[in-house]
């Protein structure tokens, strides 16, 4: 049997880092302030649900902020966004993470702030909810993206909530400007349990994955959300998940992303993977030394970057060619907008003779709506110009075989 | 002769918006208040040079704001990374486009905002450059983008100049704190004229593409720009390049872009292709009001959200099959950090029997470092289990035939 | 037996305003909503304890933010200037009077907003007092200022809690910062018990007298404040007490004032004598609309304007005459830096003859520590010039008869 | 001759600061970096003009911000109260001196941060004067209240001019807000110039004597303006006059004042005197160190603090006796509202015998209308109560006599 290298190469990565140890721990709460600082790990997690992880990978620590985007996506998923925008906006505030920002209409500026965080935490199973159902609920919801029954670390969430002026502050005039209505100390009680859910640097990745995967659980294979909801919450992590440093990162890491201050810190990457980092020291900006040192390597060494101009599409005509009579035209990859313009343009450009044209599409792995729609578009108007038209899809990737005016086209076996 | 279906699509678009004459044009000067508010204009350029267009799309008109990314990446090309980033800021500013917004260390908060983009007009050419060097420079490569010579609109710079009270207020506060060293009157005459460059939505299509294909002209071919210049422009168009609705437009529209108040519109799908609009009536937030609900269509119906979670990298391994002693690996698609995972994960998970391993890439179209150095581990880690092992390449997308020891692989022809 | 027209000159002023229904009784409690919005009253009590009203002057309710100034000047008393500067700044915040607005050190920027006055009732009883204690003690300081018992209404004080978001917000947040120790709930509820003792118009008058007179009560004459106390919270009144129109205030009125959301407001000339009107319709900025217009009536009418620059001590010689071989100089009004002031510039001025000099102050009021200081240096400087000098003081308003260096003066019986 | 110790007391204490060479001098344009930092002077202006001074009260420097407050006056005096509160308000504005700081009207907040002096400077001599004769009206004003023809330090101004940015920047946004008119270097350099007129403390005490005065030029006795607009620059000062230190300053100095970068400090006791002090080295808020050192101890020692408490109008009735049928009532010192009362107070509590009542206000100073009003309706309420009334007035204090029906009084001669 081999052996797998990514986990090799992922140890590679924590051997750079190790000896990183600038930064403090967060130091508000004698809980966090009396945490090891020494834990390492990196996981990921493919939207195939291939987890791969090195270093202190199974230590538990308490989700905190991480757990504002997974929040934000259920609040989505149950809510809808029309309620759910109603309430939180998406723009970057340019703060730190803990500042009670509002917008003109008296809305948090975004879900990835406190004042954001609480509202969308109240917005989950509606406002009638306990607080103990409302948390009971997250934490199922966390467990069912983990694969794993998550606890709380309660011990955790009452040490915060003595200190928790600041939320209650926020909590407070968030119930002045009528954004929530249930009290004040169950609306941080809530939110505070929500951040003391304790995850591995493993969960995270599994969890993360799913949002990478537009919703579906990259080893269950259920569908836990939307597409959309996960397009949503990623958007709104790219803008303002890093806090006053997120056009930073988006420039120099290019992953949208959310730190937390128990050391935690996840990145994904649309339709790829979910990747999380542990390690307790933070910067003056309260996210983790390591785990951003780790986070640019990864970016810099395996092409990260979501601003990458890679051309991931290109070649989608992979030849057209001759056989007597008969024309072959060879797709290949996925057929996106990008790809079906490859296509249009080839057949135009295309002196053809004979009086058959295939479109072969054995090489072909997805097909997007407009490229379905523009392939037959381009299929038809062979035909309307004299020639017999067939389809060769082996896989079956194209969902059925018409002309882009509705009639039947012929299909190969 | 085959006749294109883009274009007729991108009319069916134009024809939906047609009726929208919401909004107004801009009318700071007379010049823009006085401009024909009718045109509509839609194109788009692919990273291979297929342009597609519709409506008023030879219609010329300046630039204005648009012209700041393109100003940027000169600037980056020019200067270097370092010296942009001491000058300028890559943060959200969460204001509207002329404010003066200067971060703690007096920086302009992003090039997007005029403070910005007046100090990045500063640094094209070098801190001596005239005027007439600084412009004739930005025109010049302006027009290489575009593929033709581009004109200035003096009469509307003078006019501009006239009533340019906020933006000479922005530059004699910017030579205050030393960002700029010119005469606050040349250095916004300077910025007006690089504003009051005439393009058309073509022109805009070809020059975005450019941005798009990781700075190679889309039919000139030539390299105008680094790959890593690219992808910080679009990061800051992501993060902050439509003002103070950046991040409801990443959510929404998932399309980095930049609006300029004459009424064009640009966005950048990073690797697939450069889009522009043209309409001049502008919503309150200063982008035209039809070009943005192009965008919204555009997004939509082509899926082209950067935030998009289909997975487009997804079966990269086509199939591992056995045919006497031999095992066939057939690879497919682009071989990124997920295909060469997929790979990976094949092959740990495969039970090989026989004696030969064939890697049969042809039907791979790209690799990526990542993914090179990741399956040739594998292959070692095949040969190292005793097998012989040969790579079928036959368009020779592999760079060189080695396993991750440096040794020779063997090649099938 | 005559009677006093003051009263009937307040009823005029009264008559004046009266058809003002302008503005709205405060709408955020309750309670405040369902006051009657017709009462009026005015009510000035001068630094010798003479009271002159007229409306419903003898109608209660609450002090609200009027409480502000005296509760500061208790905690002046109390604490000394270094702790409560520690605790509150003095600058004004140009922010309406719930704003949460903390200086660079963390200091709420002044007693008069919320935040400074939430802080300041902790100070009150020290750091280890029951709400009950603390609220007792300022209940029982205020009725000594007062004359006579004031209760508290309790129903309104419950009914400001149950919307206490903004307050317990402030709360929360000075907590965090270090500013108030306690429960962030038992400020709240001290400081609103605080603002729900019921005062009348005459009241405020009689409370507001104390400050003019220098902490002296004007009917008791019983010492309550220190002078400086009485200065300081003067000051704060003046630079910060309207809220964000103070500056205006001050330019049109001209009087140190405070006014509270149930529709009183204070104001206090120095030296003089306190002002207090009662009309709960508010203007948007939340003044007594009718208060505000019996202020800018008294402040014209009677030259009671802070900056008016009627020269008060004029004419401090009122002669120097020779009788013989004897010069008369005989001072009048009050001695203070500027009468002392006149009379060397007469002395220096004026040739004398003869052999005795007599200083006549038979005319004179007080002596300021400066002024006696200057004269007696002037005594001795005749002396020294050859002159027999002798004082003729028949009320003893000067407090030894010696020359500035220490001798004994000749005094006329 | 006898020698006047006012100068002794001032020198007194200026030896007690000179040792404080703390603070530097103002260092952004090369004059101000390369002035002399040790010059030290103190000198005041009584309203009856008498001037004193210490140091060196003869070196000259040049206004800059000093300058506001004249001009400010000029403004109010020429334009009128309506036109000049709608270019400026009166707010504090919390920020430092050359701040653009506009308030919700577009107005700058105050007319001593720059951008509220630069507008004020645009208001003198009209909108379509030049520079010159503008500057031409402010120097020839300024001359006439300093009494002495004083010159511009055009070096000066072209030093600052050079280094005008922020000004610079400041006039161009008071443009795009349409607050100006002229061109933005014109107004720079009208306000520089208004800057750069060169006195001595000397000169700055006389200037704000006449301030102080309500107008009245302490020397000449000519008015120059009216008292309403003495009041009204005195409140502002009062409430913006020291930057973001106004309340700190009001509470422990108490004394209206306005600082310059070139090291004067000059402050206002209204109806009393004016006050200037020069030391060039500044303090980080841009006060001279040892100029905010004077005023506090003149202050302390003289009992300027205008919150002072001290009851200047006490003891107004000074005697009521009776001589046969005839009751006299003798009045003294200055009859504003607290004397009318303390009259009427009196006569209503007295028990009136015999036929005849004599006012006697042989040592009254000074009447204010309130008074003149009070007295007569005492007077009439006597007379209607049987008594025959007359008035003893050797000095002509009362401006006629009649009750306050407008009936004749007798009177004594």
Known sequence: MLTMPIPEYLQEILDNVHDNTSGEVADYIPELKAADPNP???????????????????????????????????ALQECGTEEVFKTVAVEPSGEAFNELSLDGENRPMNPMINAGAIAINQLINGPDSTVEDRVEKLRAYFSELAGRELTIDRGLSDS????????????????????????????????????????TARDLAV??????????HPITGKTLLDARVCRLTLSVMASAGMYNEAGQWLSSVGIPAKSGVAGGLIGILPGQLGIATFSPRLNPKGNSVRGVEIFKQLSEDMGLHL??????????????????DTTYIRMQGAMNFSASEAFLHAIVSHEFSGDTVILDLSRVLTFHPVA??????????????????????????????????????????
Chains 1, 2, 3, 4 share one sequence.
């Open 40 to 74: 390492l790990a990196v996981a990921l997690c493919t939207v195939d649900g291939h987890i791969y992880s090195a270093g202190d990978d199974s230590v538990e620590f308490t989700m905190q902020s991480i757990s504002k985007p997974f929040a934000y996506a259920l």
């Open 160 to 199: 915060e909530l003595t200190g928790a002026d600041r939320n209650l502050s926020i909590a407070h005039m968030l119930r002045n400007y009528d954004v929530i209505a249930d009290d004040a100390h169950d609306a941080v009680l809530s939110y505070t349990l929500q951040c003391s859910i304790k995850v």
């Open 207 to 216: 969890m993360t994955a799913t949002l990478a995967a537009g919703g579906v």
């Open 307 to 324: 601003m990458s101009t890679e051309q991931v599409s290109g070649h989608a005509v992979r030849s057209i060619t001759q056989d007597g």
């Open 372 to 413: 379905t729609r523009m392939i037959k578009e381009g299929l038809k108007r062979i035909r309307d110009a004299g020639y017999s038209v067939a389809i060769l899809d082996p896989d079956d990737v194209l969902p059925d075989f018409t002309f882009s005016d509705g009639t039947l086209c012929r299909q190969l076996s």
